[in-house]
């Protein structure tokens, strides 16, 4: 005869597999994010360098063009900003469902620990009557 715990083995199983798989989505997602951030960084550290670059002796040609060159990566800098805030509410739906996902094992565990405990304690009870059958049987000497 199978136990409920044993029947149930599989969709823990299953909710292991998937929590398991939302974490590597998490991480995944954590390391997109972070990886666009340092983006973020290098092209504000760059442009802070070609910004400080000497404009003297320059002509009136080559500082329009590195003005238009600073705006462009301006430009940049707000597509990456928008990016990582794009990327910061992927991370929290990706963490919602972990979560999710984690809590879902996580019941699922409890509910197979409960009913092996009370599998547990139902074959002591039955071993403990079993004895006690025996004990009154027995002959004395």
């Not at 409920?4 to 909710?15: E, G, I, M, S």
């Not at 974490?23 to 400080?52: F, P, V």
């Not at 739906?93 to 999710?100: A, S, T």
Request: glycine share 2%; proline share 1%; hydrophobic share 35%.
């Amino acid at each position: 005869m199978s136990s409920r715990a044993n029947k149930l083995q599989p969709a823990v199983d299953q909710a292991r597999q998937r929590s398991e798989d939302a974490l590597a989505k998490l991480a995944t997602q954590q390391q997109l994010l972070a990886k666009a951030e340092h983006q973020l960084g290098e092209l504000r550290r760059y442009r802070q360098e070609y910004a400080a670059t000497g404009a003297a002796a320059l002509s009136v040609t080559a500082l329009l063009n590195r003005q238009t060159f600073i705006e462009r990566i301006d430009q940049a800098i707000v597509q990456q900003t928008a990016e990582i805030a794009r990327q910061n509410r992927q991370l929290a739906l990706v963490r919602d469902h972990w979560k999710q996902t984690h809590a879902r094992e996580s019941a699922l565990d409890s509910v197979v620990a409960q009913h092996r405990e009370h599998e547990r304690r139902a074959e002591d009870r039955q071993e403990q009557a079993d004895a006690d059958e025996r004990m009154q049987y027995r002959r004395p000497r």
